[in-house]
């Protein structure tokens, strides 16, 4: 069956240091990858989404970047993170033509 | 792009009661989801309906794509089902899923 691990579970960063949250789906091959932020009050945002390796659209321009350096590993990254970047951030996965949409558990940024 | 309104805001019942949460979305869609997010954070997919009915336990959700809503409904329900619910639209040719500002649902024992 098919699994998404998201990690860290939690994070408290500093303003100005790097960020990488890493997620990784198994059981399935190249499925359309997802990166998600939702803010208090709970609207979810799509920051990025990659339908390939490589490929990887942008939908707000932002402080962040994202990665797909493998068919199954999906990376968030930012050289300097900002106080606006704290939020809870979702990786999410499915596979084409339109399929069910499926979560990993977040991980829950705090900016200090 | 894609609107999809979410219906009611907020919701607090009493455990046993029967709710219907509503999704309107203002295009044709090619697919439809509902997810609830429990209060730790996690979304679970409830449904993938773009069309028709489907029942699953105590929830049953029903799409109307020609008049664009969807409907989910929670029977008999119990605290377990607080949280905040959402609907999401995909429109023709798209990856990505639309979604709404979520229904919060709190279940009093």
């Known amino acids: 069956s098919q699994t998404i691990h998201q990690w860290p579970a939690t994070l408290v960063q500093p303003v100005g240091s790097p960020l990488s949250l890493e997620c990784t789906v198994e059981?399935?091959?190249?499925?359309?990858l997802y990166w998600y932020r939702q803010a208090a009050g709970r609207g979810l945002q799509l920051l990025f989404y990659?339908?390939?390796?490589?490929?990887i659209s942008s939908e707000v321009p932002q402080n962040l970047s994202a990665s797909r350096p493998q068919d199954r590993q999906f990376i968030l990254s930012s050289k300097k993170l900002l106080l606006s970047d704290s939020g809870f951030y979702l990786c999410a996965w499915n596979t084409l033509p339109n399929q069910p949409q499926h979560f990993g558990d977040g991980t829950r940024l705090s900016i200090l | 792009g894609i609107q999809v309104e979410q219906s009611p805001p907020d919701l607090i019942l009493q455990e046993g009661a029967n709710s219907t949460l509503r999704c309107n979305f203002s295009?044709?869609?090619?697919?439809l989801q509902w997810f609830h997010q429990n209060p730790w954070g996690q979304l679970i997919n409830l449904f993938y309906i773009p069309s028709g009915t489907k029942q699953n336990g105590r929830l049953s959700a029903t799409t109307v794509a020609t008049e664009r809503y969807s409907l989910l409904y929670i029977s008999s329900s119990q605290t377990t089902d607080s949280g905040v619910y959402f609907c999401a639209v995909e429109e023709g040719g798209s990856y990505i899923p639309t979604f709404g500002r979520g229904t919060s649902l709190i279940v009093h024992p």
């Open positions: 990659s339908v390939g390796i490589g490929q």
């Open positions: 295009d044709s869609v090619n697919n």
């Open positions: 059981g399935t091959s190249n499925p359309n």
